[in-house]
């Protein structure tokens, strides 16, 4: 599949997740990242849309420790939440 397909439809997953909270923190992170990922990450990213919202979400904010199998630098820029928008 075409790259730019592909990111397209992973952005729609990634903003389409059942929850305004799940969709800023797993949309807002592919928006602030996934322009840059390599096929690998794309990968990684499109396999870990398949884990529950709210198992993502513990795993980002700490609340659960991160499965060996999503453990690495991706998970590590989900932790920082800097892309998740907060109003003042």
Known sequence: MDREIRLKRLRFRAWH???K???L???G???AHG?????GEIDWFETFLEEQDVDIMAWAIGTQDVP???QGPMI??????NFVP???
């Open 86 to 88: 907060v109003q003042k």
């Open 68 to 70: 060996a199998r999503w």
């Open 35 to 39: 322009a840059g990922w390599n096929d």
């Open 17 to 19: 997740r059942g929850t």
């Open 76 to 81: 590590e820029a989900m932790k920082q939440l």
């Open 21 to 23: 909270e799940a969709d």
């Open 25 to 27: 923190m797993i949309g």
């Open 29 to 31: 992170f592919f928006d």
